[in-house]
């Protein structure tokens, strides 16, 4: 593949430009070819409709090839989560049965143990450098010529196209299921995010997770360029806005708080930048202040999921809030599905064609799919009197003490209040008596290490009802989080 010289901006000549890396240019000819060559050569390979292909890899252009590649033909590519260890990859590539592995030469020492039964030997491929395993090839040996013929395919629009892993706190992941006809719709629906025509957009989220992949096809679907980076790491990415200028920006509250750190510690001029949106996770209403105090913009919540990405656009003030996106169907119900009133408690439900058509099973099976096409996200909400929708915690991560209802997040928002307080948890133990007991950790800000814990919690009482105050309360070097950022809770509950 061949390599384009860059030049100091993305703001010029970008109509034809699809992303940048820190070393070449990618336009949309080069992607169109790219993909045909390697959907001729996997089809060659004996590649169906409907067959798995595993891809491992961080944020590389080849990612994005394989991808498209994949919808090209008609197969499912299932994105397998960096972080996993082999102990982890093992079990879901089992139950995948992938036809092809397509990952990265470094990633490759995870999978190198797992059987042939499992990833068969004739069908590894490497991008990015060589492995010592003769079972393994280089993923050029995939691309065959076009002769100028471009390939005609018609797959299914409505047949699975990408299996993308849950976070999985708790048992097995779970594959969730969109279709091209989903992915396309999902798109579309982050236009509601501001993404248009006239952004230049930073992409560091992994393309392996739906806010990476949602994002790419986003920017896409509006021909908005962008510039990809293999890996979250701050110092590159505000020197890559400065330099290209870029307008757009989306990622989790642990990346944006290492943004801020960073540009406190060497500025750099970024004031490019018009819209920061943060999700994933709750992000604490002090992180969005002092952001936007120090970048002169404001930072946006955003509720998204795996599933359902698409129906509410990012909050227009500090806060785990959300608005709902134009013409959206969205319903806060009770655990009978019947709707809540307004400023009263609900589960978030979502309808529409961006919703995941199911989980995976197997070849053909998908299961819980959509009950009358309403997603049941297990997000519990309240809506307030201008319509946005308030964030209150998860409906099995509820903490309920004597019957009364502790939201988790509530709880973790004071604490975090707190000056001596960088980040902080809050979990239900279980107990004979109540029901639950709250229990919450806290990592200390730097330089409060001899901070009184009562202190904390006299501060806690003074903002929170007294049945939702911790009753223990622990310091932890940090506050524990799962490959997507969240708090693992069950691992917090194991510690208590």
């Known amino acids: ?10 703001a010029t000549d970008q109509e034809n430009i699809v992303f940048k890396t820190d070393k070449e ?18 089809a060659r390979h004996g590649l169906r409709k409907g067959d798995r292909v595993a891809l491992h890899m961080a944020n590389l252009p080849e990612l994005i090839v394989a991808y498209h590649a994949c ?15 082999t102990a982890e990859l093992r079990p879901l590539l089992q139950r995948l049965r992938p036809a092809f592995y397509v990952g990265q030469a470094s990633l490759y020492g995870q999978v190198a143990s797992i059987e042939s039964s499992i990833v068969p030997s004739n069908r590894r491929f490497v991008v990015g450098g060589s492995v010592n395993d003769p079972r393994v090839q280089p993923w050029t040996r995939l691309f065959a010529e076009t002769n100028g013929q471009p390939m005609r395919r018609a797959p299914d629009v409505d047949a ?29 629906s982050l236009g509601h995010w501001g993404l248009d ?40 990415i505000l020197d890559a806005i400065e330099r290209h200028r870029c307008t757009w920006i ?20 970024v004031d490019s930048l018009r819209t920061c949106l943060v999700g994933g996770d709750v992000c604490p209403p002090q992180l969005q202040d002092q952001f936007s105090s120090f970048f002169g913009i404001p930072l946006g919540s955003i509720w998204a999921a795996t599933e359902a990405c698409g129906s509410l656009t990012y909050g227009l003030q500090p806060g785990p809030v959300s608005r709902i996106a134009p013409g959206a169907q969205v319903r806060l119900v009770d655990d009978n599905q019947v709707p809540v009133p307004r400023g009263e408690v609900g589960e978030l439900v979502v309808r529409g064609p961006h919703v995941t058509i199911g989980y995976w099973a197997g070849p053909g099976q998908i299961k819980d799919a959509p009950r009358e096409g ?89 903002r929170l009802a007294d049945y939702k105050v911790p009753e223990a309360l622990e310091i932890v070097d940090k506050i524990p989080r799962n490959a997507l950022g969240k708090i693992d809770r069950q691992l917090l509950l194991a510690m208590v």
Not at 1 to 10: E, F
Not at 25 to 42: C, K, M
Not at 412 to 429: F, K, N, Q, S, T
Not at 443 to 451: C, K, R, T, Y
């Open 197 to 236: 025509s006239n952004q230049i957009a930073a992409l560091f989220c992994p393309m392996v997770h739906g806010s990476g992949l949602f994002t790419m096809l986003a920017c896409i679907r509006f021909g908005v360029p962008f510039v990809l980076f293999e890996r979250f790491e701050p110092d590159p």
């Open 160 to 188: 699975p196209a990408v299996l993308l892993t849950t976070s999985g706190t708790t048992g097995q992941p779970k594959f969730v299921v969109h279709t091209l006809a989903t992915l396309s719709k999902t798109a579309e």
């Open 250 to 269: 989306a990622g989790l509250p642990f990346m944006f708080a290492a943004l801020l750190h960073q540009q406190r510690s060497r500025p750099r001029n």
């Open 71 to 85: 919808f090209r033909i008609g197969a499912i590519a299932a994105p397998l989560n960096i972080r996993f260890k």
């Open 374 to 462: 309403w997603f049941h996200t297990g997000d519990l909400m309240r809506q307030d009197e201008k319509g946005d929708l308030w964030f209150v915690g998860r409906k099995k991560q509820l903490i309920i003490r004597g019957g009364s209802n502790i939201s988790p997040v509530e709880v973790e928002r004071v604490l975090m209040a707190h000056p001596a307080v960088h980040d902080a948890a809050a979990v239900g133990v279980p107990d004979p008596d109540l029901g639950q007991r709250v229990a919450g950790f806290v990592q200390l800000a730097d330089g409060a290490q001899s901070v009184d814990l009562n202190e904390i919690l006299a501060f806690a009482s003074e």
């Open 25 to 42: 240019i990618w336009t949309y000819e080069r992607l169109a070819s790219e993909v045909d060559r390697l959907a001729r050569g996997l």
């Open 1 to 10: 593949m061949t390599s384009v010289t860059l030049d100091n901006s993305l």
